[in-house]
T-cell receptor
């Protein structure tokens, strides 16, 4: 299989604090990981694409200083929401693409629900 | 820009009923089209895909046909089961768009006995 986990599955934090979300590929190596966010009744929106060992590529309109992405290894990428505010409350989902495989299939994590009070 | 529109849910059906979830898209060129399914507490899983016009993707009794003339990729199943209860996402990937997927809003399906 190709399993992707996220931790935590949900988090509640106070406004102004930072929150880190982890995305791990459990049984494969991932050269590329993607971060999405989803608002209620809206579609998944790609935030950024991260490649292992290099800087993430952010989509237009996504603040790179607010959403820090680190892809330090072939099995782990982290998303840190800095100085979180209530408008950052959302469902964050990561996906990963297998290293060394020609398929472009993405494997998705179960998501992390962030609530900022 | 690219966009995907799918019917709002929730869709509630009785077991063995026929399912259709509509999906239409806007994209330049010839995108690849996908249906993903998300079961409660799990990540999105690829259900089926089609990469060119008139292709039919199928898996687990679900089918969808790539209709370029109507820019649609409707998901169908002849007889749903309670275990099909999930959220279904239609998505596209444009030609030249790398691995960037554009998703619809998702449609929740509830199947009751």
């Amino acid at each position: 299989g190709a399993v992707v986990s996220q931790h935590p599955s949900w988090v509640i934090c106070k406004s102004g604090t930072s929150v880190k979300i982890e995305c791990r590929s459990l049984d494969f190596q991932a050269t590329t990981m993607f971060w999405y966010r989803q608002f209620p009744k809206q579609s998944l929106m790609l935030m950024a694409t991260s490649n292992e060992g290099s800087k993430a590529t952010y989509e237009q309109g996504v603040e790179k200083d607010k959403f820090l992405i680190n892809h330090a290894s072939l099995t782990l990428s982290t998303l840190t929401v800095t100085s979180a505010h209530p408008e950052d409350s959302s469902f964050y989902i990561c996906s990963a693409r297998k290293a060394g495989v020609s398929t472009d299939t993405q494997y998705f994590g179960p998501g992390t629900r962030l609530t900022v009070l | 820009g690219d966009s995907v529109t799918q019917m709002e849910g929730p869709v509630t059906l009785s077991e063995e009923a026929f399912l259709t979830i509509n999906c239409t898209y806007t994209a330049t060129g010839y995108p690849s089209l996908f249906w993903y399914v998300q079961y409660p507490g799990e990540g999105l899983q690829l259900l089926l895909k089609a990469t060119k016009a008139d292709d039919k993707g199928s898996n687990k009794g679900f089918e969808a046909t790539y209709r370029k003339e109507t820019t649609s990729f409707h998901l169908e199943k002849g007889s749903v089961q309670v275990s099909d209860s999930a959220v279904y996402f239609c998505a596209l990937r444009s030609t030249g768009g790398g691995n960037k997927l554009t998703f619809g809003t998702g449609t929740q399906l509830k199947v009751e006995l």
